[in-house]
C-alpha cells in the first residue's frame, strides 16, 4: 500500500546504489575558495496523479497497434484526441516521457502483465489499460516501492485503484519481470529494446543541452559570472566536457551546451526559473539567426506559425537593439493569445504582434505586414532529426505522434506526402508577398521530400509571378559562424549525432534587379550628366576625397612619369592613374613626350617639393555653362573632378626655344631640344639652374587655342 513520506525515508535508508547515487559538486565562494558538498540524490519517489492522467493519454494514442490475431491486451478507443492537463511544462515533460517509456517497453510490459496473470481483469475496463501499463513502468522503476503521496495534490480516483492493484500483484509481478530478463538475457531492460531503439536512447542521452540566454533579462557576461559562482567551468568545446562545465555554440553567440546528465540540476537553477536561460533545440536557434542575418534596419519578420513561443521569444531578444515588429500568424483563439502574451511579458518581449489568421490565410498585399521583408518558416515536419523527441514536442507544440515515429525509426509514405505537400503550400504562399526579401525554411527531418525537394519545386513553380524579381538560394549566415558545416550547394545541412540533433536550413533571397545594383553616387552622376541637377552644387564628401586622390596645382606639376608643365589657359581634365585603369591615348602620348623630355633635360629630373593636400582648396562641382570653353583663368585653372567619361583630343605643343646665357660671355645660346612650359613661366620662382651655373631665361609663352577643350 502507499506509505507516508516518513515511512518512505526509512524505507531508503538500506537501498542499494540502483536506487540512489552520490554526486559531489564543487560550490565556489565569493572569495575563491572552493568547497565540496555532497549532494545526494534519490531516485524518483512516484508522481501527482494528474501526471499519470496526462501519460496515460498520451500512450492511449501512440501505443502500437497489433494484428487482430495477435491481439492480447485491448487498450479501448483511442479515436478521440486527448485532453491533458497543463499545470506547467515540467509536469507537461513528465508525462510524455512517461508514456514515451511505456510505449518502448510496451511488449514487455505487456508480457510482464500476462505472465503474472494480472492481466486480464474484469474489475478494470479496456479504457483503464493504458493507466495500467504506464503505471505498471513507474512501479518497476521504484523497484515495486510504495509512492510518496502529496499531501497538496488532489486525488484522482482512477489512479488510486490502479495503484491499489498493481500493489497488492507487486511480488507476482517482480518475478514476471524477472523471468522476461532472464529470457533475453539481459541485464536490465534496456537490454530487451531492439538494438535501433538502443543507439537512438544512447544518443539522445549524450546529446549536449542546448540553452540560449535571453538578453531581455540578463547579459552574456552576467550568465558566465553566475554560472561560476555555481562551480560551471568554461571550456572550448563539447569535447572537453567534463562534470560541471559548459561551452559557447560554435554558430550562434548566445547559445551554451552543457552536458546531458546536468539537465535535472540546471532546470531547479534561478536562472532557468526566471527565464533568462531557456532550454530548445539548436534548430530553432540556427532559424532564428539566420533570419536575423537578413533584416535591416527597421525591418518586420513574419513568423508563419505560431509554434513555439520560445523561438518567438528568441527572436525578439535578437532585435532588442532595433525597431523590428515580430508579426506572429495562426493564433486562433483568444485564450491561446492570452496565454502567449504572459509568457511573452515573463520574458520582457515586447516587440510581438499576434494574428490570428493562419499565414496562407493572409494576403500578400496586407497592409499590416507591408514592411515586413522576413519570412522565418518553421513548419510541421516528421521530426526524425531531433535527438530529444519529448523536449521537441512540449517546446515546440509538436504532435505526439513524433515520439511513434521516433521509436519505429520511420514515417509512413501517406503521412510524408502529407507534410511535404503543406510545407512546398506555406513555402509558395511565402514568396507571394511583395514586399519580402527573404523567406528562412528549416526542418528538422531527415527526409529530402521535406528538405530540397521542397525548396528546389517552389524555386521552379515562380509563383511571384513575372512582375517581381525571382528568388535564389543563398548561403546561410550566422552570428559566430567560424567552421559551419559543409552542405549540399548552398543548403545547411546537420546530420544527427552524439553532438547535434538533424537539420535543414535554406535561405531564399529575392534576386536584385538591375536598377538595385547602381549605387546613389552612380545615379546621381547620370542626372548630372543629362544636365537634371541644373546649377545645384554638390560638395564632395571627406570620405570619397580620401579614396581619390587630392589635385594640386602649382608652378611644376611632377608625376610618375617625369615633369608635366600645363597650360594655364584652359581647365585640365586628371585622368586616374590607379592600377588597372587604361589612361586614355592622348593622355598617354603626352605623358610618353614628356618622359622623353626629362631624359634630354636630365636636371629637370630633381624633384620638387608638392603642395600639402591640406593647403589645396576644397574643389567644388559646378555644371558647366555653354560659355565657359576655352576661357582662360590664367593660374587660377580649377580642376573638374565630375565623373563623367573623357573625350579624347589630340594637342599640338609647339617646341619653345629657350636662352641660356652662358658664363664666359654674354652671347646667348639656344638648346637643340625641345620643351613645353606654362602659360606664366616658372610661376615667379625663377627657372630651374641647369648644371654649370647657366641661368635659364623664361621662356616664351604659348597659348593653344581649342573650341571645346577637354569636354
Known amino acids: 500500500m502507499p506509505g507516508s513520506k516518513s515511512n518512505l525515508v526509512s524505507l531508503h535508508e538500506g537501498v542499494t546504489n540502483d536506487t540512489s547515487y552520490l554526486r559531489e559538486k564543487k560550490i ?12 545526494t540524490l534519490i531516485e524518483k519517489n512516484g508522481y501527482h496523479d494528474s501526471v499519470y492522467i496526462n501519460a496515460a493519454k498520451i500512450f492511449q494514442g501512440i501505443h502500437t497497434k497489433k494484428l487482430k490475431d495477435r491481439i492480447l491486451v485491448r487498450y479501448g478507443d483511442d479515436s478521440v484526441s486527448p485532453m491533458l492537463t497543463v499545470k506547467n511544462q515540467s509536469f507537461l515533460r513528465i508525462s510524455y516521457e512517461l508514456a514515451f517509456n511505456a510505449l518502448k517497453y510496451q511488449d514487455l510490459l505487456e508480457e510482464v502483465l500476462l505472465d503474472s496473470c494480472v492481466y486480464p481483469c ?5 479504457e483503464l489499460t493504458s493507466l495500467l501499463v504506464v503505471m505498471l513502468y513507474d512501479l518497476q522503476e521504484r523497484k515495486f516501492q510504495a509512492r510518496e503521496i502529496f499531501d497538496e495534490e488532489e486525488p484522482v480516483a482512477e489512479v488510486r485503484k490502479i495503484e491499489h492493484y498493481l500493489y497488492s500483484f507487486k511480488t507476482k509481478l517482480a518475478a514476471a519481470l524477472a523471468r522476461c530478463r532472464i529470457k533475453h538475457d539481459a541485464l536490465s531492460i534496456e537490454y530487451t529494446l531492439p538494438e535501433a531503439i538502443q543507439k537512438q536512447v544512447q544518443r539522445a542521452s549524450a546529446l549536449p543541452l542546448c540553452v540560449w540566454i535571453n538578453t531581455f533579462k540578463i547579459s552574456l557576461q552576467d550568465v558566465f559570472g553566475d554560472l561560476k559562482k555555481k562551480g560551471f567551468t568554461r571550456v572550448e568545446s563539447v569535447s572537453d566536457f567534463n562534470r560541471y562545465t559548459y561551452c559557447m555554440d560554435q554558430h550562434c553567440n548566445d547559445v551554451l551546451l552543457f552536458p546531458s546528465f546536468l539537465k535535472e540540476e540546471l532546470l531547479n537553477l534561478d536562472l532557468f526559473a526566471d527565464c533568462k536561460l531557456l532550454l530548445q533545440d539548436k534548430s530553432r536557434s540556427l532559424a532564428v539567426h539566420s533570419a536575423r542575418a537578413l533584416l535591416n534596419v527597421g525591418d518586420d519578420v513574419i513568423v508563419a506559425q505560431a509554434g513555439s513561443h520560445l523561438t518567438i521569444a528568441h527572436m525578439s531578444a535578437l532585435t532588442i537593439h532595433s525597431t523590428t515588429r515580430i508579426f506572429v500568424c495562426g493564433v486562433k483563439s483568444s485564450g491561446k493569445a492570452a496565454e502567449l502574451k504572459n509568457l511573452f511579458g515573463q520574458m520582457g518581449c515586447k516587440n510581438i504582434q499576434l494574428i490570428d489568421e493562419d499565414f496562407t490565410e493572409i494576403e500578400p498585399t496586407d497592409s499590416r505586414l507591408q514592411n515586413a521583408k522576413v519570412v522565418l518558416l518553421l513548419p510541421e515536419c516528421s521530426g526524425l532529426g531531433v535527438g530529444n523527441p519529448v523536449d521537441f514536442i512540449v517546446n515546440e507544440q509538436g504532435d505526439a505522434g513524433l515520439l511513434r515515429d521516433v521509436f519505429q525509426g520511420s514515417v509512413s509514405q501517406d503521412k510524408l506526402n502529407a507534410l511535404a505537400e503543406r510545407q512546398l503550400r506555406d513555402l509558395m504562399h511565402a514568396m507571394k508577398f511583395t514586399k ?3 523567406i528562412v525554411y528549416c526542418t528538422c527531418s531527415v527526409y529530402p521530400e521535406e528538405n530540397e525537394l521542397v525548396v528546389k519545386k517552389a524555386l521552379e ?5 513575372n512582375k517581381l524579381q525571382p528568388y535564389r538560394l543563398i548561403p546561410p549566415v550566422f552570428s559566430a ?3 559551419p558545416e559543409a552542405s549540399t550547394e548552398t543548403f545547411f545541412k546537420m546530420e544527427p549525432s552524439e553532438t547535434s540533433s538533424g537539420c535543414f536550413l535554406a535561405v531564399l533571397e529575392r534576386e536584385k534587379g538591375s536598377s538595385d545594383n547602381v549605387s546613389a553616387k552612380d545615379i546621381l552622376a547620370r542626372a548630372a550628366s543629362k544636365g537634371l541637377l541644373g546649377d545645384l552644387l554638390v560638395e564632395e564628401s571627406k570620405e570619397e576625397e580620401k579614396k581619390q586622390p587630392k589635385v594640386t596645382q602649382c608652378s611644376s606639376d611632377i608625376t610618375a612619369g617625369g615633369t608635366k608643365p600645363k597650360t594655364a589657359e584652359h581647365r585640365q581634365a586628371v585622368p586616374n592613374t590607379k592600377a588597372g585603369v587604361p589612361l586614355p591615348k592622348a593622355v598617354s602620348n603626352v605623358q610618353q613626350k614628356t618622359v622623353n623630355l626629362s631624359k634630354s633635360l636630365p636636371w629637370l629630373k630633381k624633384p620638387h617639393k608638392l603642395v600639402p593636400t591640406s593647403a589645396v582648396p576644397r574643389v567644388w562641382k559646378r555644371r558647366a555653362g555653354p560659355g565657359s570653353a576655352g576661357r582662360a583663368r590664367g593660374g587660377q585653372a580649377q580642376v573638374e573632378r565630375r565623373r563623367l567619361a573623357l573625350k579624347t583630343v589630340d594637342i599640338i605643343l609647339p617646341p619653345v626655344t629657350p636662352t641660356y646665357v652662358s658664363q664666359q660671355g ?10 613645353c612650359a606654362g602659360a606664366k613661366g616658372w610661376g615667379g620662382r625663377g627657372p630651374p639652374q641647369p648644371p654649370g651655373g647657366r641661368t635659364l631665361a623664361p621662356p616664351l609663352t604659348t597659348v593653344v587655342e581649342h573650341p571645346r577643350p577637354w569636354l
Do not use: F
Not at 565569493?30 to 568547497?35: A, I
Not at 654674354?666 to 620643351?675: D, E, I, K, L, Y
Open 28 to 39: 565556489s565562494d565569493e572569495k575563491g575558495s572552493v568547497e565540496k558538498r555532497t549532494m
Open 122 to 126: 474484469h474489475s478494470i475496463p479496456e
Open 436 to 438: 519580402v526579401q527573404a
Open 461 to 465: 513553380s515562380r509563383v511571384e509571378g
Open 481 to 483: 559562424c567560424s567552421n
Open 666 to 675: 654674354n652671347q646667348p645660346r639656344t638648346s637643340a631640344q625641345p620643351c
